[in-house]
């Protein structure tokens, strides 16, 4: 099959907007017309980096509409609409205990992508890329939404907000009243801001370096925010809640930013990390005096056909506005939403594709 998709020629460079194929629908396998695709911090990083094969197709952020199905296939049929997750094998031990986002193959199925020499896109990027007019994934990606939601905002569900919202929810699990900061408030940090609250956490305190995420995080729940610019995030933090904070997402993966977070955890307090393109180091009597954790997250442990429902119900209810963070691009521009989305004027870019 023949689709028009945005191909990154090589380590670095500028996409392409060219014809590319597909190859023949499997038993298991759905076959969706896209209607938008989020771009997200790991697109840049398969853009940039020795990530995938090129010439290849990023985009793992696909929502669409069901075009035809394969054999096997019973969680979606033609004309339902869809967001597009990421990849797990449904067979090994963590995928069988509900955790798929630590599926024993996540590497092998998501972090590559390759277009091969008859011009056939044969490994595609979190089984989906969905840069392209049409993706061709695998039924356990697939999560089928009401079709009362606007499908060209349910992109972003199907990895940034999710793992942002999913890591405060379901990871750190933070106590009613209790108190959580969030380094990095892009989108998976306004995300996770947006369920602390729905988490009823009574301090949520957003740290960042631009005034206007600052402001938004204020607006989606944040009770203190700090632009670590102009003051120290670990005396601030600790003057707001007296002893530091109980909870900490970082989505920076920046050392610096993670020994502060650290540093301002109060006892027993655990710190997730989002990102992982930059090592970190924390000295050893930080955790062990105080008894703090550092948690690591993929996806927020999150199981997409249940809780990308539930986003979506908490957005109904006015408890989730992502709306508020995106901003659509012409699918032809996608070099500009890139270069938009990396200088930090926008903060959660959408391509509109079909």
């Known amino acids: 099959m023949e689709i028009k998709a945005a191909v990154t020629p090589k380590k670095g460079e500028e996409f392409e907007i060219k014809e590319v194929k597909l190859p023949e629908l499997t038993s298991k396998d759905v076959l969706i017309k896209v209607v938008t695709s989020g771009i997200c911090h790991t697109d840049v990083s398969g853009r940039d980096t020795d990530m995938v094969n090129p010439p290849s197709v990023l985009g793992h952020e696909g929502s669409g509409i069901v075009e035809s199905v394969g054999d096997e296939v019973t969680a979606v049929e033609k004309g339902d609409h869809v967001v597009v997750s990421f990849s797990s094998c449904g067979e090994c031990e963590n995928c069988l205990n509900d955790h798929p986002a630590y599926c024993k193959k996540y590497g092998e199925l998501n972090l590559n992508s390759h277009i091969d ?10 089984g989906q890329s969905s840069f392209a007019t049409y993706s061709l994934t695998n039924e356990r990606n697939v999560v089928k939404i009401d079709k009362d939601i606007d499908l060209t905002l349910a992109a972003p ?198």
């Open 157 to 354: 569900l199907g990895c940034g907000l999710q793992t942002g919202a999913s890591t405060v929810l379901n990871v750190l699990k933070p106590e009613e009243g209790s108190s959580i900061a969030v380094y990095g408030v892009g989108s998976v940090g306004l995300s996770a801001i947006m369920a602390a609250k729905i988490a009823g956490c009574k301090n949520i305190i957003a740290v960042d370096l631009h005034d206007n995420r600052l402001e938004l995080a204020e607006e989606l729940g944040a009770t203190a925010t700090i632009n670590s610019k102009n003051e120290n995030a670990v005396d601030k933090i600790k003057e707001i809640t007296g002893n530091g904070v109980e909870n900490a997402l970082d989505t920076t993966g920046v050392d610096e930013v993670i020994e502060q977070a650290v540093a301002a955890l109060d006892t027993f307090g655990k710190l997730a990390f989002v990102v992982t393109d930059f090592g970190f180091s924390i000295p050893f009597m930080d955790l062990v005096i105080g008894g703090r954790q550092i948690i690591g997250s993929t996806q927020g442990d999150a199981i997409p056909q249940k809780f990308i429902p539930q986003l979506i119900d908490y957005y109904k209810e006015g408890k989730f506005p992502f709306d508020k963070m995106v901003t659509m691009y012409e699918f032809d521009d996608i070099n500009k939403a890139f270069e938009d989305s990396e200088n930090g004027s926008v903060l959660k870019p959408i391509l509109k594709i079909g």
């Open 117 to 126: 020499e008859t011009n056939t896109l044969v490994d595609r990027f979190f």
